[in-house]
Protein backbone atom coordinates (compact mmCIF):
# COMPACT_ATOMS: atom_id res chain seq x y z
CA UNK A 1 0.00 0.00 0.00
CA UNK A 2 1.34 3.40 -0.77
CA UNK A 3 1.96 5.63 2.04
CA UNK A 4 0.97 9.34 1.53
CA UNK A 5 1.23 12.06 4.35
CA UNK A 6 -2.24 14.00 5.80
CA UNK A 7 -2.67 17.07 3.96
CA UNK A 8 -2.71 19.12 6.97
CA UNK A 9 0.96 17.97 8.10
CA UNK A 10 1.54 18.87 4.62
CA UNK A 11 0.62 22.36 5.25
CA UNK A 12 2.96 22.45 8.30
CA UNK A 13 6.43 21.36 6.46
CA UNK A 14 5.77 24.21 3.83
CA UNK A 15 6.39 26.99 6.14
CA UNK A 16 9.45 25.03 7.79
CA UNK A 17 11.03 24.79 4.36
CA UNK A 18 10.70 28.69 3.33
CA UNK A 19 12.22 28.85 6.88
CA UNK A 20 14.86 26.75 6.21
CA UNK A 21 15.59 28.27 2.68
CA UNK A 22 15.56 31.68 4.28
CA UNK A 23 18.03 30.26 6.57
CA UNK A 24 20.43 29.34 3.99
CA UNK A 25 20.41 32.50 2.36
CA UNK A 26 21.06 34.23 5.20
CA UNK A 27 24.66 32.49 5.44
CA UNK A 28 25.36 33.62 2.29
CA UNK A 29 26.62 36.99 1.54
CA UNK A 30 27.68 38.47 -1.95
CA UNK A 31 31.63 39.48 -2.72
CA UNK A 32 32.66 41.35 -5.44
CA UNK A 33 35.83 39.08 -7.25
CA UNK A 34 36.91 42.89 -7.95
CA UNK A 35 37.91 42.04 -11.64
CA UNK A 36 39.67 38.73 -11.10
CA UNK A 37 36.54 36.82 -13.09
CA UNK A 38 37.40 37.22 -16.65
CA UNK A 39 34.51 34.91 -18.09
CA UNK A 40 32.34 33.85 -15.94
CA UNK A 41 28.79 36.39 -16.60
CA UNK A 42 28.83 37.81 -13.32
CA UNK A 43 30.41 40.40 -11.60
CA UNK A 44 29.58 39.80 -7.94
CA UNK A 45 30.34 36.09 -6.21
CA UNK A 46 28.38 33.88 -3.58
CA UNK A 47 30.44 32.93 0.02
CA UNK A 48 28.87 29.33 0.09
CA UNK A 49 29.22 27.53 3.53
CA UNK A 50 30.87 24.07 3.07
CA UNK A 51 30.27 21.92 6.41
CA UNK A 52 31.70 19.02 7.47
CA UNK A 53 29.60 18.47 10.14
CA UNK A 54 31.58 18.27 13.20
CA UNK A 55 34.37 21.35 12.92
CA UNK A 56 32.00 23.86 11.41
CA UNK A 57 33.17 24.12 7.88
CA UNK A 58 34.15 26.62 5.41
CA UNK A 59 33.84 28.96 3.01
CA UNK A 60 33.99 28.99 -1.11
CA UNK A 61 33.00 32.11 -3.38
CA UNK A 62 30.97 30.59 -6.60
CA UNK A 63 29.79 33.00 -9.17
CA UNK A 64 26.16 33.30 -8.77
CA UNK A 65 25.67 31.77 -11.98
CA UNK A 66 25.94 28.94 -9.77
CA UNK A 67 23.44 26.66 -8.22
CA UNK A 68 23.31 23.74 -5.83
CA UNK A 69 22.17 20.50 -7.34
CA UNK A 70 21.40 17.21 -5.54
CA UNK A 71 20.88 15.14 -8.43
CA UNK A 72 24.41 14.63 -9.72
CA UNK A 73 26.80 12.00 -9.20
CA UNK A 74 29.88 14.05 -9.62
CA UNK A 75 32.30 13.35 -6.35
CA UNK A 76 33.20 11.50 -3.51
CA UNK A 77 30.38 12.23 -1.08
CA UNK A 78 28.13 14.34 -3.67
CA UNK A 79 26.28 16.49 -0.70
CA UNK A 80 28.45 19.55 -1.94
CA UNK A 81 27.73 19.87 -5.94
CA UNK A 82 27.17 22.89 -7.65
CA UNK A 83 26.33 23.93 -11.35
CA UNK A 84 26.48 26.61 -13.80
CA UNK A 85 24.09 26.05 -16.20
CA UNK A 86 25.54 29.60 -18.20
CA UNK A 87 29.03 28.29 -18.46
CA UNK A 88 28.72 24.37 -18.21
CA UNK A 89 30.80 23.90 -15.16
CA UNK A 90 30.57 21.41 -12.14
CA UNK A 91 31.90 22.54 -9.22
CA UNK A 92 32.09 20.09 -5.89
CA UNK A 93 33.34 20.17 -2.54
CA UNK A 94 34.21 17.71 -0.60
CA UNK A 95 35.25 17.29 3.28
CA UNK A 96 37.14 14.47 4.64
CA UNK A 97 37.82 13.68 7.83
CA UNK A 98 41.75 12.76 8.53
CA UNK A 99 41.10 9.09 10.29
CA UNK A 100 39.62 8.27 6.88
CA UNK A 101 42.89 8.48 5.26
CA UNK A 102 44.23 4.85 5.82
CA UNK A 103 41.21 3.65 3.19
CA UNK A 104 42.05 6.51 0.44
CA UNK A 105 45.85 5.02 1.15
CA UNK A 106 44.51 1.34 0.52
CA UNK A 107 43.66 1.99 -2.96
CA UNK A 108 47.55 1.94 -4.08
CA UNK A 109 49.65 -1.43 -4.43
CA UNK A 110 53.11 1.30 -4.35
CA UNK A 111 54.19 1.54 -1.00
CA UNK A 112 56.20 5.24 -1.93
CA UNK A 113 52.45 6.62 -2.60
CA UNK A 114 50.96 5.11 0.97
CA UNK A 115 54.14 6.83 2.91
CA UNK A 116 53.45 10.25 1.55
CA UNK A 117 51.66 12.89 3.40
CA UNK A 118 47.89 12.77 3.58
CA UNK A 119 47.25 15.76 1.06
CA UNK A 120 49.08 14.18 -1.32
CA UNK A 121 47.44 10.63 -0.81
CA UNK A 122 44.17 12.50 -1.46
CA UNK A 123 45.01 14.38 -4.58
CA UNK A 124 46.96 11.08 -5.96
CA UNK A 125 43.57 9.14 -5.07
CA UNK A 126 40.68 11.38 -6.69
CA UNK A 127 43.21 11.99 -10.18
CA UNK A 128 43.70 7.82 -10.17
CA UNK A 129 40.01 7.40 -9.64
CA UNK A 130 38.75 9.93 -12.51
CA UNK A 131 41.32 8.01 -14.55
CA UNK A 132 39.49 4.68 -13.99
CA UNK A 133 36.32 6.09 -15.35
CA UNK A 134 37.41 8.17 -18.50
CA UNK A 135 38.23 7.16 -21.22
CA UNK A 136 41.52 8.54 -23.37
CA UNK A 137 42.44 10.09 -19.84
CA UNK A 138 45.80 12.23 -19.43
CA UNK A 139 46.45 13.91 -16.15
CA UNK A 140 48.82 16.94 -15.87
CA UNK A 141 51.55 17.47 -14.23
CA UNK A 142 51.00 18.10 -10.38
CA UNK A 143 51.61 21.83 -9.05
CA UNK A 144 50.11 24.15 -6.09
CA UNK A 145 48.93 27.57 -4.98
CA UNK A 146 48.18 29.51 -2.18
CA UNK A 147 44.51 30.78 -1.15
CA UNK A 148 43.76 33.94 -0.22
CA UNK A 149 44.75 33.15 2.92
CA UNK A 150 47.91 32.02 2.27
CA UNK A 151 46.76 28.02 2.87
CA UNK A 152 48.28 25.95 0.38
CA UNK A 153 46.44 23.67 -2.56
CA UNK A 154 47.69 20.94 -4.10
CA UNK A 155 46.40 20.97 -7.59
CA UNK A 156 46.15 18.53 -10.37
CA UNK A 157 43.21 17.83 -13.37
CA UNK A 158 42.31 14.77 -15.68
CA UNK A 159 41.38 15.38 -19.49
CA UNK A 160 39.34 12.67 -21.21
CA UNK A 161 36.02 11.58 -22.25
CA UNK A 162 33.03 10.22 -19.86
CA UNK A 163 31.84 8.37 -22.41
CA UNK A 164 32.86 6.80 -26.17
CA UNK A 165 30.34 9.72 -27.68
CA UNK A 166 31.24 12.78 -25.55
CA UNK A 167 33.13 15.68 -25.90
CA UNK A 168 36.43 15.96 -24.02
CA UNK A 169 36.16 17.28 -20.26
CA UNK A 170 38.80 18.81 -17.86
CA UNK A 171 38.64 17.59 -14.13
CA UNK A 172 40.19 20.25 -12.47
CA UNK A 173 41.47 19.44 -8.37
CA UNK A 174 42.28 21.21 -5.79
CA UNK A 175 43.12 19.97 -1.71
CA UNK A 176 43.81 21.81 1.03
CA UNK A 177 44.01 21.03 4.90
CA UNK A 178 42.01 22.86 7.67
CA UNK A 179 43.04 21.04 10.93
CA UNK A 180 41.69 17.48 11.20
CA UNK A 181 39.69 18.07 7.82
CA UNK A 182 40.79 17.78 4.63
CA UNK A 183 38.86 19.59 1.84
CA UNK A 184 39.09 18.07 -2.15
CA UNK A 185 37.79 20.76 -4.66
CA UNK A 186 36.46 20.15 -8.26
CA UNK A 187 35.65 22.12 -10.87
CA UNK A 188 34.62 20.41 -14.25
CA UNK A 189 34.35 21.59 -17.74
CA UNK A 190 34.37 20.80 -21.17
CA UNK A 191 38.19 21.28 -22.63
CA UNK A 192 37.72 23.76 -24.93
CA UNK A 193 36.21 25.89 -22.39
CA UNK A 194 38.83 25.27 -19.80
CA UNK A 195 41.12 27.49 -22.63
CA UNK A 196 39.20 30.51 -21.53
CA UNK A 197 37.75 29.33 -18.11
CA UNK A 198 40.85 27.75 -16.43
CA UNK A 199 41.93 30.57 -14.88
CA UNK A 200 38.63 31.82 -13.19
CA UNK A 201 38.27 28.16 -11.86
CA UNK A 202 41.21 29.03 -9.92
CA UNK A 203 40.46 32.33 -8.54
CA UNK A 204 37.22 29.76 -7.05
CA UNK A 205 39.92 28.09 -5.52
CA UNK A 206 41.83 30.84 -4.32
CA UNK A 207 38.51 31.98 -2.95
CA UNK A 208 38.51 29.30 0.07
CA UNK A 209 38.38 30.50 3.58
CA UNK A 210 38.24 29.17 6.73
CA UNK A 211 35.04 29.70 9.04
Known sequence: ????????????????????CQMDDENEEKVDY????KYFPDAFGIERFITDNANGGVYITLPECFE??????ISIKNTNNYYCYDNE?????DPIDQSTIPFY?????????????????????????????????????????????????????V??????YSKELLYQYGVI???????????????????FLHGDVLEIFKSFKVN
Open 89 to 93: VYFSA
Open 105 to 157: AEFFEDSSIKKQDDLSILRDYVIAIRKQNTIEASESIYSSMTTSENKKILLGS
Open 34 to 37: QGTM
Open 177 to 195: AVGDTYYILQCIMSADNAV
Open 68 to 73: INHYID
Open 1 to 20: MKYTLPYPFLLLLIPLFFLQ
Open 159 to 164: KGHSDP
